[in-house]
């Protein structure tokens, strides 16, 4: 069983910056092709950003060149470093980790992010 712990969520001013970290435990983390997602009130899950164990990374659009996505393998542990946030960037955000063969899926239980002066 993946245990997922989130952190670095917090109140920050917009143009700020944050970094949010998950540690994971309870398997082999180079298995997994980690993410975070995010879910602002009375919308969806969605997708920020993913990485696989060798580092390849995929972003959501509008998160292109303000959010970078990390991850040490040593550590056991993805980042998100999330600049120049925006009042549209709250939300609780969501650590991901998907098993690259059988594609199932575990979740953190979230860390709020809130954009506001």
């Known amino acids: 069983q993946v245990q997922l712990v989130e952190s670095g969520g917090g109140l920050v001013q917009p143009g700020g910056s944050l970094r949010l970290s998950c540690a994971a435990s309870?398997?082999?983390?180079?298995?997994?092709?980690m993410g975070w997602y995010r879910q602002a009130p009375g919308k969806e899950r969605e997708l920020v950003a993913t990485?696989?164990?060798?580092?390849?990374?995929n972003y959501a659009n509008s998160e292109k060149g303000r959010f970078t996505i990390s991850r040490d393998n040593t550590k056991n542990t993805v980042y998100l470093q999330m600049n120049s946030l925006e009042p549209e960037d709250t939300a609780v955000y969501y650590c991901n980790a998907q098993h690259m063969l059988s594609k199932n899926n575990y979740w953190g239980q979230g860390t709020q992010v809130t954009v506001s002066s």
């Open positions: 309870g398997t082999v983390f180079t298995l997994y092709v």
């Open positions: 990485i696989t164990s060798r580092g390849s990374t």
